[in-house]
């Protein structure tokens, strides 16, 4: 599969690889589809046809389906990444089009049916042709020799929050895309947590949470650190039935607690007050540590994604809480990577 390395690609990629989500996406937003193929049939093949140089641009992934008719169909999904709208998408469409019915032709047999669909969240409505045609000047004067077909559009910019439909993760994940751009993204984020927050199972909202920060760490500079902790108070009210302010913190208290806790059953096995007392000061150093790291560890993925956990191997070998505690302190504000590697 060709390496993921842009944001908007990463957060596709991690959202929309999940069949049950997409299937609820697609029905819930694009009903159309419902005649077109089976619930509960959709098989992510893994196939990926954009090249690395548009991938700043483009996201696809390719589903499988069967049809009621018990024959196969495709679904190509092409995320548009641009602000605004490519009059010319129809055609790169017919080449991944093209591609795929290249795999086939090596199995023999007919060509089974493709729908394409287009994802698009820029700052523009889109006001290009939706049929291939549309890119011919004098299509119908000539319509024997020109390729026929229609994508389906769905237009976040065209959809109000009202009208984007399906579970609450899902509407999650489309009001993400549709805000990312935005101005005032740090206000709609806020309330997008609060959708988040209405999840029961805090567990998924955590691992979601930590995918969707990432994104926004790399995608958007229109959200303040307070607009990012507030949002997180409201997606995740409790980790374990403790409040939290925010996950890093949540992280370091955690750490904390356990190196007391070290401490204190390290001292009632010694059976000595002085090795209890010694345990407890070494277990507080110890806790205090780990959690800066996880702390540390975090906040190098969300903002950084796979070239933070890569530092962070070098990070977790500082044994200077003074360090630590710098290192943490000034991911807040680092946009680079260079800015963290120079505080080591």
């Known amino acids: 599969m060709t390496e993921i390395t842009q944001p908007h690609d990463r957060f596709f990629f991690k959202t929309f690889s999940q069949p049950e989500r997409v299937e609820d996406i697609l029905f819930h937003n694009l009903p159309q589809l419902a005649s077109l193929f089976m619930a509960g049939t959709l098989e992510n093949t893994g196939e990926s046809f954009v090249s690395d140089e548009l ?51 090596e199995q023999g047999g007919c060509f089974s049916l493709i729908v394409p669909i287009v994802f698009y969240h820029g700052k523009e409505r889109w006001n290009c042709a939706t049929n291939f045609s549309g890119l011919f000047a004098h299509a119908d004067e000539s319509s024997e020799f020109v390729p026929r077909f229609q994508y389906l ?53 955590l691992e979601f949470m930590k995918i969707a920060l990432e994104y926004i760490g790399n995608a958007t500079n229109q959200i303040t650190v307070e607009q990012l902790q ?99 302190s000034s991911l807040r504000e680092a946009d680079s990577l260079r800015q963290i590697d120079s505080l080591l």
């Open 153 to 205: 559009l769905y237009d976040l910019s065209g959809y109000t929050e009202e009208k984007i439909k399906g579970t609450i993760l899902s509407r999650v994940i489309l009001l993400l895309f549709k805000y990312i751009y935005a101005q005032d993204f740090g206000e709609k984020y806020i309330k997008i947590c609060e959708l988040l927050g209405k999840l029961e199972d805090e567990k998924t909202a």
């Open 230 to 328: 507030e949002g997180i108070r409201k997606a995740l009210p409790t980790v374990g039935g403790v409040l939290v302010p925010t996950i890093f913190e949540q992280l370091r208290e955690e750490g904390r607690e356990e190196g007391r806790e070290e401490g204190r059953e390290e001292g009632r096995e010694e059976g000595r007050e002085e090795g209890r007392e010694e345990g407890r000061e070494e277990g507080e150093i110890i806790g205090l540590k780990k959690g800066l790291l996880e702390a540390i560890q975090l906040a190098l993925e969300i903002k950084f994604g796979d070239d933070g956990l890569e530092l962070f191997q070098k990070v977790k070998t500082i044994a200077s809480l003074e360090k630590l505690n710098a290192i943490k």
């Open 55 to 105: 991938r700043k641009y483009y996201s696809d992934i390719l589903y499988k389906a069967k049809r009621k008719n018990g024959e196969s169909v495709y679904l190509y999904i092409l995320f548009e990444h641009k602000s605004y709208p490519e009059p010319r998408i129809a055609f790169d469409l017919l080449r991944y089009m093209v591609r795929i019915w290249e795999m086939e032709k």
